[in-house]
């Protein structure tokens, strides 16, 4: 008695999932369509990356000294002085070039793009306390870490537009083999 | 006496290759008298459990026999005497959640990789994430931008693919002038192999409506790094997905729940875990992952970036590194072989340092870019010997010696390493790694070795 019961409800609720299915089904039978839209605005609040021709970048600015300050008070501890490492990766100061016996790779001698350094700082560092910088605190961790690497200087300031204009030194130093076996196939 | 005279008959008879590789056919004989392997931890131990238990312990009256036994367990846990088949962590000193932990896999059999035991590779630590909270965006270059709940993706028509994951650091100790002497999975198991069930990513780009432009997808986490690659969009439409389920149950937090892009056979940074944002672009964002780290520096000073898909390999597991051979006589060699560009077509064993090559039975079946078993009897002699394995996909690619990576690719690539490892058995049993043409160098476990994984 009791089993037939529950099975009748199962058996109803079977069929009113079809029925939903149904009706939310879209221009495509196959494909569920269960997306919700959403606005430019709240898109905004989730994309944070950032491109070397400078897209994402947002508006702000930072200088050298501000970075020095923010560098000795959130990164120093990890990084060490002057961006030369400590526990964690080196971010300046490459003596030996990429085609030596020891090679070094830092910001300096191996990054392509001086927009990825404002990327991953803003989303990921301090690792204590990741996406705490303001926009202009990584305007100007960007800058000193530039300026560590001999890439800018001192009074230089960074912003959407400069930093965008950065050019690297190793910019030409990659082989982007994905593309290079696509034309080859 | 009667024993060698046995030894010798089975070899004349099976031998296939060099220094007592034998016939594979040989496991299905019967009546065979494989000797054991153990590592030497676990040796020392059934040691002293057997002296202490002998006395009054009969097994053909086992004591759980006599009572009755445990309650059932609404979760599963391995029993209590494979306390040490464990991950090997190896984290930041001071970013404790950055860094690794490594499969065991000289400890495992098979094909799949228990959800407990597949590997680890976080940035800043593993997101507890409520699912109910979390959201997928799918945005940019699409006709209609969208946002998805895990409620939403699961009412979805799924696929199942058995895949495996590995790291592009996966075995980047091999770059290291010294054989870094550590069990074979603690350098070489940055290499997973799951069943992974959830949504073709195909189907949600279709319902966004990919505009001509796209040209790549950017798929970003909800960790504390806020890991983010960009992927091209024929890997997105051909044959990516968003897992939901590993091995049949939902994912693990520490591979990516509630949701992970899977990208077959390609470098596991790219199968990016706690995915929340897909961005459609016509380039690559230049990510620092893609940029500063799993790009290869060659010994022109140039470096090869977008190097995706992981190149065959293998691996053998037993008899491997730290294990012990108690005597001479009959073993299974066996181990692991992959490759991110399809099945493995075959793998061959050699027991006399690349002299002499036979091939290994492949488990069956065998599966597109998954961990596929091999195996091959091996009649060890008592000698010092070097056992080695060699993968080749169904594209016809061999994996390389290692110094014939090495002169392709010099040793400051630190990614993609997939060369041959050997493991040298001593007169004594004992297994260590070893390099070709350098059978000096081993012995070495004190020398700190760089075995980093970024």
């Given at each position: 008695?009791?089993?037939?019961?529950?099975?009748?409800?199962?058996?109803?609720?079977?069929?009113?999932?079809?029925?939903?299915?149904?009706?939310?089904?879209?221009?495509?039978?196959?494909?569920?369509?269960?997306?919700?839209?959403?606005?430019?605005?709240?898109?905004?609040?989730?994309?944070?990356?950032?491109?070397?021709?400078?897209?994402?970048?947002?508006?702000?600015?930072?200088?050298v000294?501000?970075g020095e300050?923010l560098y000795q008070?959130k990164c120093i501890a990890c990084h060490g002085e002057n961006g030369l490492g400590a526990s964690s990766d080196q971010l300046a100061g490459a003596q030996m070039g990429l085609s030596s016996e020891y090679p070094e790779q830092t910001i300096g001698s191996y990054w392509p793009y001086a927009?990825t350094i404002f990327?991953v700082v803003?989303?990921s560092m301090p690792m204590?306390?990741?996406?705490?910088?303001?926009?202009?605190?990584?305007?100007?961790l960007t800058a000193y870490l530039l300026y560590l690497n001999n890439i800018i200087?001192?009074?230089?300031?960074?912003?959407?537009?400069?930093?965008?204009?950065?050019?690297m030194p190793n910019?030409?130093g990659?082989?982007?083999?994905?593309?290079?076996?696509?034309?080859?196939? | 006496?009667?024993?060698?005279?046995?030894?010798?008959?089975?070899?004349?008879?099976?031998?296939?290759?060099?220094?007592?590789?034998?016939?594979?056919?040989?496991?299905?004989?019967?009546?065979?008298?494989?000797?054991?392997?153990?590592?030497?931890?676990?040796?020392?131990?059934?040691?002293?459990?057997?002296?202490?238990?002998?006395?009054?312990?009969?097994?053909?009256?086992?004591?759980?026999?006599?009572?009755?036994?445990?309650?059932?367990?609404?979760?599963?846990?391995?029993?209590?005497?494979?306390?040490?088949?464990?991950?090997?962590?190896?984290?930041n000193e001071v970013v404790?959640?950055n860094g690794?932990?490594?499969?065991?896999?000289?400890?495992?059999?098979?094909?799949?990789?228990?959800?407990?035991?597949?590997?680890?590779?976080?940035h800043n630590?593993?997101?507890?994430?409520?699912?109910?909270?979390?959201?997928?965006?799918?945005?940019?270059?699409?006709?209609?931008?969208?946002?998805?709940?895990?409620?939403?993706?699961?009412?979805?028509?799924?696929?199942?693919?058995?895949?495996?994951?590995?790291?592009?650091g996966?075995?980047n100790?091999?770059w290291?002038?010294?054989?870094?002497?550590?069990?074979?999975?603690?350098?070489?198991?940055?290499?997973?192999?799951?069943?992974?069930?959830?949504?073709?990513?195909?189907?949600?780009?279709?319902?966004?409506?990919?505009?001509?432009?796209?040209?790549?997808?950017?798929?970003?986490?909800?960790?504390?790094f806020?890991?983010?690659?960009?992927?091209?969009?024929?890997?997105?439409?051909?044959?990516?997905?968003?897992?939901?389920?590993?091995?049949?149950?939902?994912?693990?937090?520490?591979?990516?729940?509630?949701?992970?892009?899977?990208?077959?056979?390609?470098?596991?940074?790219?199968?990016?875990?706690?995915?929340?944002?897909?961005?459609?672009?016509?380039?690559?964002?230049?990510?620092r992952n893609?940029t500063s780290k799993y790009t290869e520096l060659?010994?022109?000073g140039?470096s090869?970036?977008?190097?995706?898909?992981?190149?065959?390999?293998?691996?053998?597991?037993?008899?491997?590194?730290?294990?012990?051979?108690?005597?001479?006589?009959?073993?299974?060699?066996?181990?692991?072989?992959?490759?991110?560009?399809?099945?493995?077509?075959?793998?061959?064993?050699?027991?006399?340092?690349?002299?002499?090559?036979?091939?290994?039975?492949?488990?069956?079946?065998?599966?597109?870019?998954?961990?596929?078993?091999?195996?091959?009897?091996?009649?060890?002699?008592?000698?010092?010997?070097?056992?080695?394995?060699?993968?080749?996909?169904?594209?016809?690619?061999?994996?390389?010696?290692?110094?014939?990576?090495?002169?392709?690719?010099?040793k400051h690539g630190f990614f993609?390493?997939?060369?041959?490892?050997?493991?040298?058995?001593?007169?004594?049993?004992?297994?260590?790694?070893?390099?070709?043409?350098?059978?000096?160098?081993?012995?070495?476990?004190?020398?700190s070795?760089d075995s980093g994984w970024d």
């Amino acid at each position: 008695m009791k089993m037939m019961k529950r099975q009748k409800i199962i058996l109803t609720s079977v069929l009113i999932a079809v029925g939903i299915n149904s009706l939310y089904a879209g221009p495509n039978q196959d494909s569920p369509h269960l997306g919700h839209t959403i606005s430019p605005e709240e898109i905004k609040k989730w994309d944070i990356s950032v491109f070397p021709d400078g897209e994402g970048l947002p508006d702000g600015k930072g200088n050298v000294v501000e970075g020095e300050k923010l560098y000795q008070e959130k990164c120093i501890a990890c990084h060490g002085e002057n961006g030369l490492g400590a526990s964690s990766d080196q971010l300046a100061g490459a003596q030996m070039g990429l085609s030596s016996e020891y090679p070094e790779q830092t910001i300096g001698s191996y990054w392509p793009y001086a927009t990825t350094i404002f990327d991953v700082v803003r989303r990921s560092m301090p690792m204590t306390a990741p996406g705490s910088l303001t926009n202009n605190e990584t305007y100007a961790l960007t800058a000193y870490l530039l300026y560590l690497n001999n890439i800018i200087s001192k009074d230089d300031v960074m912003n959407a537009s400069t930093l965008a204009k950065v050019k690297m030194p190793n910019e030409d130093g990659f082989i982007n083999v994905y593309e290079e076996e696509k034309s080859k196939k | 006496m009667s024993q060698d005279r046995d030894d010798d008959l089975l070899l004349k008879k099976n031998q296939v290759a060099g220094n007592g590789l034998l016939d594979r056919r040989l496991f299905l004989k019967k009546g065979l008298q494989f000797s054991a392997i153990s590592t030497l931890v676990s040796t020392a131990t059934l040691a002293s459990a057997t002296a202490e238990t002998k006395k009054e312990f009969d097994p053909a009256n086992p004591t759980w026999m006599k009572q009755p036994g445990k309650a059932f367990s609404p979760y599963g846990l391995p029993s209590e005497f494979e306390d040490d088949v464990l991950r090997y962590p190896s984290p930041n000193e001071v970013v404790t959640g950055n860094g690794v932990s490594w499969t065991p896999l000289h400890k495992m059999e098979g094909t799949i990789t228990p959800n407990g035991l597949h590997y680890e590779r976080h940035h800043n630590g593993v997101p507890q994430i409520d699912p109910k909270q979390h959201r997928l965006l799918i945005h940019g270059l699409v006709k209609n931008d969208l946002i998805f709940s895990i409620d939403d993706l699961l009412r979805y028509p799924m696929q199942s693919k058995t895949c495996f994951i590995e790291c592009g650091g996966n075995s980047n100790a091999g770059w290291n002038s010294q054989p870094h002497q550590a069990e074979a999975g603690y350098f070489n198991g940055m290499v997973s192999c799951c069943e992974w069930t959830g949504v073709p990513l195909s189907v949600l780009l279709n319902e966004v409506g990919l505009r001509k432009n796209a040209k790549w997808i950017i798929a970003e986490g909800a960790d504390a790094f806020a890991m983010q690659m960009s992927i091209p969009i024929e890997k997105a439409m051909d044959d990516a997905f968003l897992a939901l389920y590993q091995n049949g149950e939902r994912i693990r937090p520490e591979n990516g729940y509630p949701l992970r892009l899977i990208v077959p056979g390609w470098e596991g940074v790219l199968n990016v875990k706690w995915l929340r944002r897909l961005k459609v672009t016509n380039r690559p964002v230049m990510a620092r992952n893609e940029t500063s780290k799993y790009t290869e520096l060659q010994p022109s000073g140039k470096s090869r970036m977008f190097t995706f898909p992981m190149e065959a390999k293998s691996l053998i597991t037993s008899p491997s590194a730290h294990m012990l051979l108690k005597e001479k006589g009959l073993y299974q060699i066996t181990g692991l072989a992959w490759s991110g560009r399809g099945k493995i077509s075959k793998v061959d064993v050699s027991a006399d340092g690349g002299k002499t090559w036979a091939e290994a039975e492949l488990q069956q079946p065998v599966l597109d870019r998954s961990l596929t078993r091999f195996r091959l009897p091996w009649q060890w002699n008592g000698k010092q010997s070097v056992i080695m394995s060699r993968a080749t996909d169904e594209t016809g690619y061999v994996q390389p010696d290692r110094n014939k990576l090495i002169k392709e690719r010099g040793k400051h690539g630190f990614f993609h390493y997939n060369a041959i490892t050997r493991w040298q058995i001593d007169t004594d049993g004992f297994v260590s790694h070893i390099y070709e043409n350098d059978e000096t160098t081993k012995n070495n476990s004190d020398i700190s070795i760089d075995s980093g994984w970024d």
